[in-house]
């Protein structure tokens, strides 16, 4: 059973475009969300997290939409990068007593272009 | 700050063969965690670790066994090594804090059963 899903598997974008990125979740217990940035051969490091009681979280060029409602929460890169090609990954976690782990999604390659 | 190590980064082992993947963080955290990396798959939870004698079984535990019998190590030991367990693992640790709580990555081991 897959609990958190992401959308799509795999992004173009134009340099200076918007890239944009989907996940939905279904354990309405989860009330952690970041997203992860891995670049080939290296480890995945955080990027920017939210918590369900905002709706929106904006660190630089990276911003996060949360949609309690309909289960879904995006991340948007305005002004996109060739250096933000990357796989980004999508995660949730439950309350701390829940363990303290992530389930991630399944992960967008973004491959911007010049 | 040496962070999270892993060794070996790239292990080729036979079908049947014990292996074991080292896991070693300078931060003293008290959570770990061995994910597994799959393309379609995104990351998968093997086994995680709340403390030092403290283990539990993630959403892929089946064929692993881990141990923690210091804070700082984290083995991961393949006990008859098959061909779908060719993968990258990570291994990760993290601290409860009020807010959130960051995982941080090692750069992962390629595992590779011929």
């Known amino acids: 059973q897959q609990q958190v899903k992401q959308s799509p598997q795999s992004l173009i974008v134009q340099k200076g475009g918007i890239s944009i990125i989907n996940c939905a979740y279904e354990n309405t217990a989860f009330d952690y969300f970041p997203w992860y940035q891995q670049f080939p051969g290296k480890g995945p490091a955080l990027l920017i997290a939210?918590?369900?009681?905002?709706s929106e979280k904006k660190e630089g060029r990276f911003t996060i939409s949360f949609n309690k409602s309909a289960k879904q929460f995006s991340l948007h890169i305005m002004d996109s990068q060739p250096g933000d090609s990357a796989t980004y990954f999508c995660a949730a976690s439950l309350p701390t007593g829940g363990g303290n782990k992530l389930t991630f999604g399944t992960g967008t390659q973004l491959k911007v272009e010049l | 700050d040496a962070g999270i190590t892993q060794s070996p980064r790239y292990k080729i082992t036979e079908t049947g063969r014990q292996v074991t993947l080292m896991c070693h963080q300078t931060w003293s955290h008290s959570y770990m965690f061995w994910y597994r990396q799959d393309l379609g798959h995104g990351l998968r939870l093997i086994y995680y670790?709340?403390?030092?004698?403290?283990?539990d079984k993630g959403e892929v535990p089946d064929g692993y066994v881990v141990s923690r019998s210091k804070t700082e190590n984290f083995p991961l030991t393949l006990e008859s090594a098959t061909r779908s367990q060719t993968s990258v693992y990570f291994c990760?640790?993290?601290?409860?804090?009020?807010?959130?709580?960051?995982?941080?990555f090692g750069e992962g081991s390629w595992l590779t059963v011929v």
């Open positions: 990760a640790s993290s601290e409860i804090r009020a807010g959130g709580n960051t995982i941080y």
């Open positions: 670790s709340a403390a030092a004698d403290i283990t």
């Open positions: 939210i918590r369900p009681d905002v």
